[in-house]
């Protein structure tokens, strides 16, 4: 077996928070005087910080209204949302087609599963958690875990080091072009996973193993990897 560990992005590899994280940004937004933007114009940001998906929206680079937008967006969906709101984000996503199976598979065969993510660790965890599913995984690092976010290596090698694997024992599977440049950064194998808002086609100015169209495609393809 050569992977023997396989860590995965979360939004739109794993999961999809499409409606927690276009509420969030809506009343985030809202906030600071901005037009509440629609869902089909929030989920190209899915997979960027909450910073730089506020900028891509509204063309606003100024470091303080990106940072109350960030205070906002956690305090309407996020780790800062209090009563009915802190169930926002944990109880309106949802795992992918095929996700439960490919986690279940990878840890049957004996795989360390895990994690890297710009979404918040905590909240990771208690989405699986939520799912009675939290036993699929080895670990989690998100983005208050590292000091430089994807691309930076620093999640995936933070993965290694908690894994004791080599890079090339490693795949890494996501659904943008920032998982893919990643994964080059740190060493290690990509597999393209189109679920999100990104073509295959993107992926062809990196190395990339296997694109794979749906989760299952990827459980099949990894049976013999």
């Given at each position: 077996m050569k992977y023997c560990g396989i860590f995965f992005d979360f939004d739109y590899t794993l999961?999809?928070?499409t409606i927690p994280i276009t509420l969030g940004y809506?009343?985030?937004?809202?906030?600071?005087?901005?037009?509440?933007?629609?869902?089909?114009?929030?989920?190209?940001?899915?997979?960027?910080?909450?910073?730089?998906?506020?900028?891509?929206?509204?063309?606003?680079?100024?470091?303080?209204?990106r940072q109350a937008f960030y205070h906002h967006f956690q305090t309407a969906v996020g780790e800062q949302a209090q009563g009915?709101?802190?169930?926002?984000?944990?109880?309106?996503?949802?795992?992918?087609?095929?996700?439960?199976?490919?986690?279940?598979?990878?840890?049957?065969q004996g795989r360390r599963v895990g994690i890297v993510s710009t979404k918040l660790g905590p909240t990771i965890q208690r989405?699986?958690?939520?799912?009675?599913?939290?036993?699929?995984?080895?670990?989690?690092?998100?983005?208050?875990?590292?000091?430089?976010?994807?691309?930076?290596?620093e999640g995936i090698l933070a993965g290694l080091e908690r894994t004791?694997?080599?890079?090339e024992q490693v795949l890494f599977c996501g659904d943008t072009v920032i998982d893919a440049q990643a994964a080059q950064n740190a060493g290690v194998d990509f597999c393209a996973v189109c679920n999100g808002t990104t073509p295959a086609e993107a992926f062809a100015a990196y190395p990339t193993v296997f694109v794979?169209?749906?989760?299952?495609?990827?459980?099949r393809w990894l049976e013999d990897k």
């Open positions: 999961g999809d928070s809506q009343r985030g937004l809202a906030a600071l005087g901005w037009p509440q933007p629609a869902q089909e114009q929030v989920r190209p940001t899915i997979g960027m910080t909450l910073m730089d998906g506020y900028t891509m929206l509204t063309g606003d680079d100024d470091p303080q209204r009915e709101d802190a169930r926002i984000m944990v109880e309106q996503t949802h795992l992918l087609p095929g996700a439960v199976e490919l986690l279940q598979a990878c840890k049957d989405i699986f958690r939520h799912q009675g599913l939290d036993h699929l995984l080895d670990f989690i690092i998100g983005g208050k875990d590292v000091s430089r976010y994807k691309p930076d290596p004791g694997l080599e890079r794979a169209e749906h989760l299952d495609d990827l459980r």
